[in-house]
């Protein structure tokens, strides 16, 4: 496997001005509750989608926490402090005014990459809702709770039958729709919105199978497809320091079965996500398990 050197540029936002249209395949990691794994199931994407050759634009839209930025930040200094070279990606926080200024970094950023990530805060924010109503993927990730289902959609206390739509699903009901109707006008990509349960749970099997009829129940209505997930592993909050992650298999030491079944999980999340294919290195080759 032949890793392509990590190109980590920090760029601030550009100046206002009409964006052309970005060609990168959007994806958008998005839902209004903060602690769900965004930030980390981002990263690991992206850099899984490095290692297969793909180049890589990230945006963190979060200026407070701006995890997204800070791990990939921390990535690039491992690489000066220890003299390597890691698939990446080039990243940057939006710290704009307006939709207008999201809209011209999305294009400068992306500009001849295959892939443009996007990392939204865990709260109702306008610039997260615009970069999700204009993802090409849109990943929501849930917590595998009732209460992070509730982001999403209501359910009766007694049956646990879907009762109505958040205002979230409604929102990208209605720009699936109209993305529907630009992709035969405008040639667009459709809009596939994937939710993904992270964090599963294996011992409470009675409130599983409830999420599981609630979230099959609410997809046929909405049309989302619904992807596993990350598991709660105390190696993700190791590896934020450093920058590393799961597939930087010769910077990590011996690695043990935990982490293993982990890499297990992502190469499951890659499949669920069915993004655009690349010439290059396999994705299973970048996930071998050895």
Same mark, same amino acid.
């Given at each position: 496997m032949q890793a392509l050197p990590c190109r980590v540029t920090a760029i601030n936002p550009c100046k206002k001005q009409t964006a052309n249209p970005v060609s990168a395949h959007r994806i958008v990691f998005a839902n209004e509750k903060g602690g769900t794994g965004k930030s980390t199931t981002a990263?690991?994407?992206?850099?899984? !989608? &490095? #290692?297969q050759g793909a180049r890589v634009a990230a945006i963190d839209?979060?200026?407070?926490?701006?995890? $997204? #930025?800070?791990?990939?930040?921390?990535?690039?200094?491992?690489?000066r402090r220890r003299g390597i070279a890691l698939p990446?990606?080039?990243?940057?926080?939006?710290?704009?005014?307006?939709?207008?200024?999201?809209? &011209?970094?999305?294009?400068?950023? *992306?500009?001849? #990459?295959?892939? !443009?990530?996007?990392?939204?805060?865990?709260?109702?924010?306008?610039f997260a809702l615009h970069a999700a109503t204009c993802s090409d993927t849109l990943v929501t990730p849930l917590n595998d709770s009732f209460v992070?289902?509730?982001?999403?959609?209501?359910?009766?206390?007694?049956t646990?039958?879907?009762?109505?739509? *958040?205002?979230?699903?409604?929102?990208?009901w209605e720009a699936r729709k109209k993305r529907a109707r630009a992709t035969i006008e405008e040639q667009r990509r459709e809009l596939d919105w994937v939710v993904v349960r992270n964090r599963l749970q294996h011992v409470e &099997?009675?409130?599983?199978?409830? $999420?599981?009829g609630a979230l099959k129940e609410l997809s046929q209505r909405v049309g989302f497809r619904v992807a596993?997930?990350?598991?709660?592993?105390?190696?993700?909050?190791? $590896?934020?320091? *450093?920058?590393?992650?799961?597939?930087d298999k010769g910077q990590l030491g011996e690695l043990g079965t935990s982490h293993l079944v982990a890499?297990?999980?992502?190469?499951? $999340?890659l499949a669920g996500l069915n993004l655009p294919k690349l010439a290059g290195t396999p994705l299973e080759a970048a996930l071998a398990i050895q």
């Open positions: 990263v690991h994407v992206a850099v899984a !989608l &490095a #290692y839209l979060d200026q407070r926490q701006r995890t $997204l #930025y800070r791990y990939l930040e921390n990535r690039a200094e491992t690489e990446g990606a080039r990243f940057a926080v939006f710290e704009g005014p307006d939709i207008a200024d999201l809209d &011209a970094l999305c294009a400068e950023i *992306s500009d001849g #990459y295959d892939f !443009l990530i996007i990392d939204t805060p865990g709260r109702n924010d306008e992070d289902f509730d982001l999403i959609g209501q359910v009766e206390g007694e646990f039958r879907v009762k109505k739509l *958040s205002f979230y699903a409604e929102t990208i &099997a009675r409130n599983m199978r409830r $999420l599981d596993s997930g990350l598991s709660e592993r105390v190696i993700y909050r190791e $590896l934020f320091p *450093s920058g590393l992650t799961l597939l890499r297990q999980e992502l190469r499951s $999340l």
